[in-house]
């Protein structure tokens, strides 16, 4: 399965909407200016998204995942390579006077029982606290411009994945697409490569994505103007 021409630039505006969304309130919440590249959107198999990121960093990543249902069901996951993740977090918190700000773990969300040393709970709820507004800035632009209603659990760090699929929950199932984004995050003194990826819970889900995307296409197409 491939994005026909119109997907892909329809998928890009949403993602481009998203992250610019994104970078506004992180800019704001650390009062630092933070930039995120237009992301590169492809739709990639699952079993080709593990073998992506097994070959790019082994095993060396984390990620905060966001699970999601409604008229298309999957899980939404931000990845880092561990130690450029470690280093944007560190960014952000060193603008951060108080940790409280970041509020707690029990209350944003959860951290795979894997602990990392690297990490310090202050870390971990800065990646939560990332992971949440990244996540919900994609999916916001998702559910309001396709005009469908979506439900999410609550934030989830992963610190060990399971790569046939990249979110830690191996399918037993047949491989299908998944849509991955990947984009940089940039201040003055640093460059960090991220990657957003919504992992559907079927084929069946994406197709029904994809008819949505359709749909804001052919409207959209009707008005003569851009979404």
Do not use: C
């Amino acid at each position: 399965m491939e994005l026909t021409p119109q997907q892909h630039d329809a998928v890009n505006e949403l993602a481009n909407i998203a992250v610019g969304r994104s970078a506004s309130m992180l800019s704001m919440m650390i009062n630092r200016k933070i930039e995120i590249d237009v992301p590169v959107v492809k739709l990639i198999s699952t079993d080709n998204l593990g073998q992506f990121f097994q070959e790019r960093y082994s095993e060396d990543i984390l990620g905060v995942s966001i699970g999601f249902d409604g008229e298309f069901r999957g899980t939404s996951t931000l990845i880092f390579e561990r130690h450029q993740g470690k280093t944007l977090v560190d960014k952000l918190l060193s603008e951060q006077l108080d940790d409280d700000d970041w509020g707690g773990i029990d209350d944003s969300g959860s951290v795979d029982e894997e602990a990392d040393l690297m990490l310090s709970d202050t870390d971990k709820e800065a990646l939560i606290e990332m992971g949440n507004i990244m996540i919900n800035g994609l999916m916001g632009s998702v559910s309001n411009l396709l005009q469908t209603v979506l439900n999410y659990s609550l934030p989830e760090l992963k610190l060990k994945f399971s790569f046939s699929n990249g979110s830690g929950d191996k399918i037993e199932t047949e491989p299908f697409n998944a849509l991955m984004l990947e984009t940089h995050f940039k201040d003055s003194e640093a460059r960090i490569e991220g990657f957003l990826t919504l992992i559907f819970e079927s084929r069946e889900h994406i197709y029904q994505f994809l008819e949505a995307v359709d749909k804001l296409i052919s409207v959209s197409g009707d008005e003569n103007d851009d979404f």
